[in-house]
T-cell receptor, first 114, second 112 residues
Framework: NAGVTQTPKFRILKIGQSMTLQCTQD?????MYWYRQDPGMGLKLIYY???????DKGEVPNGYNVSRSTTEDFPLRLELAAPSQTSVYFC?????????????FGEGSRLTVL | EDKVVQSPLSLVVHEGDTVTLNCSYE??????LLWYKQEKKAPTFLFML????IEKKSGRLSSILDKKELFSILNITATQTGDSAVYLC????????????FGQGTTLQVKP
């Protein structure tokens, strides 16, 4: 019963490097999200997707890109990493876009940019 | 601009105390409000509230929504050290995206 799986769990990047955070879910959910959580703060939406082939920006999309080629996978790409992107990243999914179902979260990926 | 505000931001109590966490919101086209508990890792789901005045209850935790005054409370009775966590409130708008708008969270520490 995997649910939402994120990799890697931890990563240290140098300024200017790029990387991809992987997210996959096995619940056949159409709706997927990437959030970031800074210390002492709630979660901010980066990007979201309502189905394969469809993505859209959230509150804080700058410096990130996403793709959704399959229902299961929703990778988040960081281009030209900056210290401001040091954060914990959560991928999440849900079955309904109408706000009638709970959001299922991955375990999180802690990223440090030095 | 949509806004979800939680109070207090942090709270320290002793085992056995009862705590009340608050969540107020200003969101257009409100659909539902969710409470999550976060212990070091990913948030775990507690409650979803869509109707005013109907209490949701799970063991020592309960929550209620007031759609007229635009707030929700989360009560924890007879607190235990295992209740120590960040409690997050989030609101969903009536759209077909399912996006959640989160509050800052309340950090609860329960001392033995």
């Amino acid at each position: 019963n995997a649910g939402v799986t994120q990799t890697p769990k931890f990563r240290i990047l140098k300024i200017g490097q790029s990387m991809t955070l992987q997210c996959t879910q096995d619940m056949n959910h159409n709706y997927m999200y990437w959030y970031r959580q800074d210390p002492g703060m709630g979660l901010k939406l980066i990007y979201y997707s309502v189905g394969a082939g469809i993505t859209d920006k959230g509150e804080v999309p700058n410096g990130y890109n996403v793709s959704r080629s399959t229902t299961e996978d929703f990778p988040l790409r960081l281009e030209l990493a900056a210290p401001s992107q040091t954060s914990v990243y959560f991928c999440a999914s849900t079955t309904s876009g109408r706000g009638t179902g709970e959001l299922f979260f991955g375990e999180g990926s802690r990223l440090t940019v030095l | 601009e949509d806004k979800v505000v939680q109070s207090p931001l942090s709270l320290v109590v002793h085992e056995g105390d009862t705590v009340t966490l608050n969540c107020s919101y200003e969101v257009t086209n409100f659909r539902s409000l969710l409470w999550y508990k976060q212990e070091k890792k990913a948030p775990t789901f507690l409650f979803m509230l869509t109707s005013s005045g109907i209490e949701k209850k799970s063991g020592r935790l309960s929550s209620i929504l007031d759609k007229k005054e635009l707030f929700s409370i989360l009560n924890i009775t007879a607190t235990q050290t295992g209740d120590s966590a960040v409690y997050l409130c989030a609101v969903v708008r009536s759209s077909n995206t399912g996006k959640l708008i989160f509050g800052q969270g309340t950090t609860l520490q329960v001392k033995p």
